[in-house]
């Protein structure tokens, strides 16, 4: 069936370090893909997406780019701050059946140390 | 208030008890969902309510009971639940569902059951 598998945490950084954090997807058919993220004690928020291969979405420093061929999402970050600690969560989004079908990751959770 | 609202925020109760979450969006939008986070496991979604209609209930036990009320409101009630019940409910809202015009979810801060 359809999903998507992210790299297990927890990472840990340093400030300034780089990040990836890996998603790839299996799925019939050419899906949306998005990243959320979930602050401590907050609900999740659209952090960047993409809607056909090549694309690449991003925010907040954060980007990830649409790979059709490798069927991945990886969603890569340049200097990261404490402030980005929190828990990443790659989904993918397809039509189904007359509705639309959201699914998640298992999350990755973000630490970053000073 | 703004956004997507939920209460309680945290939430203990026994197998036997009967209880409600809620969830209030101020976005103006016609869908509403319900998913589970539990620990190490994918977001599962529940229910998918779109104009106050259920369009969507991936095979969730009957021990959990939506209840849509009007575009702004969703509420899930629990009785006689179990202690693999217990995980974070999260409710989302969205402008539409459907095959084209899909936008983001907007998710609210999550109930944190805990079953006994």
């Known amino acids: 069936g359809d999903s998507v598998t992210q790299m297990e945490g927890p990472v840990t950084l340093s400030e300034e370090a780089f990040l990836t954090i890996n998603c790839t997807y299996t799925?019939?058919?050419?899906?949306?893909l998005f990243w959320y993220v979930q602050y401590p004690g907050e609900g999740l928020q659209l952090l960047l997406k993409?809607?056909?291969?090549?694309d690449k979405g991003s925010n907040k420093g954060f980007e990830a780019t649409y790979r059709k061929e490798t069927t991945s999402f990886h969603l890569e970050k340049g200097s990261v701050q404490v402030s980005d600690s929190a828990v990443y969560f790659c989904?993918?989004?397809?039509?189904?059946?007359?509705?639309?079908?959201?699914?998640f990751g298992k999350g990755t959770k973000l630490t970053v140390n000073p | 208030e703004t956004g997507v609202t939920q209460t309680p925020r945290h939430l203990v109760m026994g197998m036997t008890n009967k209880k409600s979450l809620k969830c209030e969006q101020h976005?103006?939008?016609?869908?509403m969902y319900w998913y589970k986070q539990s620990a190490k496991k994918p977001l599962e979604l529940m229910f998918v309510y779109s104009l106050e209609e259920r369009v969507e209930n991936n095979s969730v036990p009957s021990r959990f009971s939506p209840e849509c009320p009007n575009s702004s409101h969703l509420f899930l009630h629990l009785h006689t639940l179990q202690p693999e019940d217990s995980a974070l409910y999260l409710c989302?809202?969205?402008?539409?569902?459907?095959?084209?015009?899909?936008?983001?979810?907007?998710f609210g801060p999550g109930t944190r059951l805990t079953v006994t």
């Open positions: 993409a809607t056909k291969a090549d």
């Open positions: 989904a993918l989004r397809f039509p189904q059946g007359g509705s639309e079908k959201l699914v």
């Open positions: 989302a809202s969205s402008q539409e569902v459907g095959s084209t015009g899909w936008d983001e979810q907007y």
């Open positions: 799925a019939t058919g050419y899906p949306s």
């Open positions: 976005l103006g939008h016609n869908a």
